[in-house]
């Protein structure tokens, strides 16, 4: 045994050789680990965020780990995101929350923009003519901001943690500044353009007209002045005193509508989600004025009534079946949603039905693709841009919030001293009384502006649930796109038995009534399933991408599953 040890002990060049492999090899795993542990989703067994801003999901969960809510750390990372992922991340925007706790029953908090009082259904028009600019790009195209009083709503029925606490990250990461990631430098690279016409957008999101670069440091000294402002005082911090004079002189200056009356005056509403059900998940979604909650459920009850588990993920027999489903959905949503509001006897009960699911079912040919008409109208552009996070905590409460700036940077415009960008969300309303074309212009009575009233949406944030218990939070930027996204995550999950990550990643598709055409993820389905479907008679065009869906799942034993989606950069999931 001496010897041995002895020959060892004396070769000492064959001993550091030894020693400096061992070290390399465990300076490898070392590297290992960590490119693993960026990349895969890390289960937690206590809470998790999920979210496109790797910072502000960890601002997040450290709500969580000091006793804050699901709703508290959804404030916090709602904040942060305002700041760290300025293309949709707001507090100039709008969106949604539903909120389901462990006990009791869920609730959908709709913080949807509105019309300013000046607003009318031909406010586009000039001299008869549809004006795109005025539509989308202009001081007309911004719609009074929700965000702040949702997010405050919410946090006064379902906070723990003091109001102000949930701000101090937002307001440092604004104040000190944070390190500008790849992702961030490209959109700011794109969203500079539109800027330019605005001196307090370029002054704060370049340096001096020259656009960052990743890794470089973003400071906004006046939108931490607003963010205090809110820790102060409220969601009045916003909507009354110096932020909202600095909004409405910024509109007075620029032909915006937007009054002092508007911003005292603006309301979040809590709803009742839409509730479905899929092969016996529950099913929790946006109401009006969103459409998502209504057409998943439209969808999920069409699909039911096939076996896409046996037909398997990605198969032409399940790729027909959810393309059909996608375009009689979205042939309703177009038909009847708007502002409820607004639009007495929305046919709401009468669309989420199994009986109406069935009937839809029963339209739909095995062989051969339906055809949507009127086969020339395009519906009009809408943006893919919008953010989505997921948190679940502790005792198992679940916050899926997806809200938006309408256009990525939305208007382009920063409020001058207040540092935070307008949304462009007018432009979500339709064009114009009777103006329904071929180019893509609707007019369609339910969605056209009217003061007060709210435009009509896709942003679906959605949670499942299983035998009472949260099973899934889920939900995605992308415009129309949302609604299909998000469908596909649960089906991915309850029907192909995915975990969250492979959810996320699987390939989606995307078929919205009008255009006639499924729109299909490179490399995210077998060409043999693609040949088949244009055999069934289906129009097929590729895309890139969609969407950015953020998802946690419940996993065997309680673990929670993060699914980020590597389709945008920047993002992260963070659990404990
Ligand atoms: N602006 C995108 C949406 O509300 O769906």
Redesign the pocket.
Known sequence: MAAPRATVATNEVDLINFLHKLCVFALLLGMMAATFAANVPSPATHGMVVSQSDIASHIGVDVLIEGGSAVDAAVATAFALAVTHPSAGNIGGG?FLIYRPANGEPIAYDF?EVAPTGSHPEMWLVDGEYRFQRHHMSHMAVGVPGTVRGLHLAWQDAGKLPWKRLLEPAIELAEEGFTIGHGLARSLQRGLRRMRAYPASVSQFSKNGEPYEAGEVLKQSDLAASLIRIAEHGSDGFYKGRTAELIVAEMQANGGLITMDDLAGYEAKKRSPIVGSYRGYKVISMPPP?S?GIALVEMLNILEGYDLKEEGFGSANTLHRMTEAMRRAYADRALYIGDPEFNEGLPVTELISKTYGNKLRATIRLDAASKSSPDTFTWPA??A??THFSVIDAQRNAVALTY?L??GFGSGIVVPGAGFLLNN?M??FNAGPGLTNPNGLIGTRANLAEPGKR?????SPTIVAKDGKVLMVTGS?G??T?INTVMQTILNVVDHGMNAQAAVDAGRIHHQWLPDTLYYEKHGFSPDSLRLMRKLGHQLEERQRQGAAEVIVVGEGNMLQGGLDGRVLDGGVAGY
């Open positions: 969106g949807r969103s998502g809408e943006s841009e919008t938006t309408e256009w969300e432009g979500d435009m009509l949406s896709s942003m930027p415009g129309r949302i």
